[in-house]
């Protein structure tokens, strides 16, 4: 079971986020809240696998949240994906330097932000296809790159096929059906390269996709 905290200042939002998640059966809600301190403090209490957060909230807001969360040991294995009506370039590029597990706007469509919360629980990450295409976009251009960078060429030549495909915003599926392997097997190979890159997560490994210039073969 994915046990599933909302942080949300829009009781509106949390009541039809609550509807979503209890129409699943792998999810449960383990509470809302809707402000910031009361969402590190309901986090650091219940330890969720997935934090459903929006950015602007009263107190701390979203982003200081992430931040919080995502540097504290004790929440390791709590994963937050970030659920927004804005998709502004600052709120992108921070979320994922701060170690977002997935950004899916308000206007997604319910199946989207299910698979957000199933792919942040799995150790994955899911950005919204429009997220995807601002964030290779903004990478190089506003991202100022680091001699301490890893290196691409840590990986295998199949290592690197597969972090090209994580970079198109692609599932595990979805990129094991393009190349006819198993999503097993995807998984493996992307697993290996985030821990050869030091890549906290999935949306770490487009950055440095993108700044290393990886294509698709034959693309």
């Known amino acids: 079971m994915i046990r599933v905290v ?3 200042d829009q009781a509106l939002v949390r009541m039809g986020l609550r509807v979503l998640i209890d129409r699943e059966a792998d999810l449960a809600l383990v509470g809302e809240a809707a402000d910031g301190h009361e969402t590190l403090e309901l986090v650091r209490r219940a330890k969720p696998d997935v934090v459903l957060l929006d950015i602007r909230m009263p107190g ?3 982003l200081r949240v992430l931040r919080a969360i995502t540097e504290d040991p004790d929440l390791g294995g709590t994963r937050v994906v970030i659920v927004t009506t804005f998709e502004t370039d600052e709120y992108v590029l921070t979320a994922v330097r701060n170690g977002a597990s997935g ?3 308000k206007d997604a469509e319910p199946a ?3 698979r957000a919360v199933r792919a942040a629980a799995a150790g994955d990450a899911l950005l919204s296809p429009s997220v995807t295409r601002r964030l290779v976009e903004l990478v190089g251009r506003r991202l100022p790159g680091s001699a301490s960078e890893p290196s691409m060429e840590m ?3 199949r290592e690197r096929e597969i972090v090209a495909w994580v970079a198109t915003g692609r599932s595990n599926d979805e ?3 393009e190349l006819f392997i198993s999503p097993a097997t995807v998984r493996t ?3 290996r390269a985030m821990l050869k890159l030091s890549a906290r997560d999935r949306a770490q490994l487009v950055v440095f996709a993108v700044r290393a210039g990886l294509t698709i073969p034959n693309a």
Request: charged letters at 15%; proline letters at 5%; aromatic letters at 4%.
């Open 6 to 8: 909302l942080a949300d």
């Open 60 to 62: 701390p807001d979203g």
């Open 103 to 105: 950004f899916v706007l």
């Open 112 to 114: 989207e932000l299910i």
């Open 155 to 157: 990986l295998t030549g």
């Open 175 to 177: 990129i094991a059906a």
């Open 189 to 191: 190979h992307v697993g």
